[in-house]
């Protein structure tokens, strides 16, 4: 969050944009999320483009960062924006998140969690999730099950 700090240094707790990239996980039925630190709720998995950094090299930077695994054919299932992302820390932080969401169904690497920003991570059968799940994430864990469930067919 290099970026976003030195932005929050001069403008406060006011609201910023924040690109960001998320990714939902979903295998064998399964998603895989994880419990945040900062607020207790599940969420994708992902974060805020560094200056320069695409996409791409973003949700294959966060990945590594947050889950220690690197992502096989990642799809876009869309870009989110408006008032549905808008968030609130819990330090009181604004932000407009402009995302851009991935479904991976494969990945490399050993599952292990950043205990710095995840405390737990799950899997959950994509029929059965849980209720206190990160504001900014509904619409893009709704649109990846529907995408998932569509290619199943």
Same mark, same amino acid.
């Given at each position: ?12 707790? +006011?609201? #910023? ?9 979903? !295998?064998? @039925? ?7 630190? +900062?607020? @207790? ?8 483009? $560094? ?5 791409? $090299?973003?949700?294959?930077?966060? &990945? !590594? ?5 690197? *992502?096989?054919? *990642? ?14 820390? *819990? ?12 479904? #991976?169904? $494969? ?11 995840? &405390?737990?991570? !799950? ?21 990846? #099950? ?5 290619? &199943? !067919?």
């Amino acid at each position: 969050m290099g970026y976003i700090s030195e932005i929050r240094k001069k403008v406060g707790h +006011d609201p #910023v944009f924040m690109p960001a990239v998320g990714c939902i996980i979903i !295998k064998d @039925g399964k998603m895989l999320l994880q419990k945040r630190t +900062d607020n @207790g709720t599940w969420a994708v998995h992902g974060g805020a483009l $560094d200056l320069g950094e695409t996409y791409l $090299d973003a949700l294959n930077r966060e &990945l !590594k960062e947050e889950i220690n695994i690197k *992502p096989i054919n *990642p799809v876009v299932i869309n870009t989110y924006s408006g008032e549905n992302m808008h968030f609130f820390y *819990p330090n009181k932080d604004e932000v407009y998140v402009v995302s851009v969401a991935y479904l #991976v169904q $494969d990945f490399e690497g050993e599952l292990k969690a950043d205990l710095d920003e995840v &405390l737990e991570l !799950k899997w959950f059968d994509i029929n059965d999730l849980p209720k206190n799940i990160n504001k900014p994430d509904t619409n893009s864990i709704h649109d990846a #099950v529907e995408l998932y469930k569509k290619n &199943l !067919k």
